[in-house]
C-alpha cells in the first residue's frame, strides 16, 4: 500500500511538471501572436478553473 502511495505521488509531481511546460508553451504562442498579458493571464486562470472544479465535484 505505501509503494502504490509513493508512485502515486511521483505521478502527479511529473504530471505538473508536464503541465507546467505546456503552460509555458502556450504563453509563449500567445505573446508571439501580439496577446495582452492581461488576456494571457485570464486564459490561464481561466484553463486551470476547469480540471480544479471537475476535481473537487468528483471529491
Given at each position: 500500500?505505501?509503494?502504490?502511495?509513493?508512485?502515486q505521488?511521483?505521478?502527479?509531481?511529473?504530471?505538473?511538471?508536464?503541465?507546467?511546460?505546456?503552460?509555458?508553451?502556450?504563453?509563449?504562442?500567445?505573446?508571439?501572436?501580439?496577446?495582452?498579458?492581461?488576456?494571457?493571464?485570464f486564459?490561464?486562470?481561466?484553463?486551470?478553473?476547469?480540471?480544479?472544479?471537475?476535481?473537487?465535484?468528483?471529491?
Open positions: 500500500m505505501v509503494e502504490r502511495r509513493s508512485l505521488g511521483y505521478l502527479l509531481i511529473f504530471m505538473s511538471g508536464v503541465f507546467w511546460g505546456v503552460g509555458g508553451y502556450f504563453i509563449t504562442k500567445m505573446s508571439n501572436m501580439g496577446v495582452s498579458s492581461m488576456m494571457t493571464a486564459s490561464g486562470h481561466f484553463f486551470s478553473l476547469v480540471p480544479l472544479a471537475i476535481y473537487l465535484l468528483a471529491r
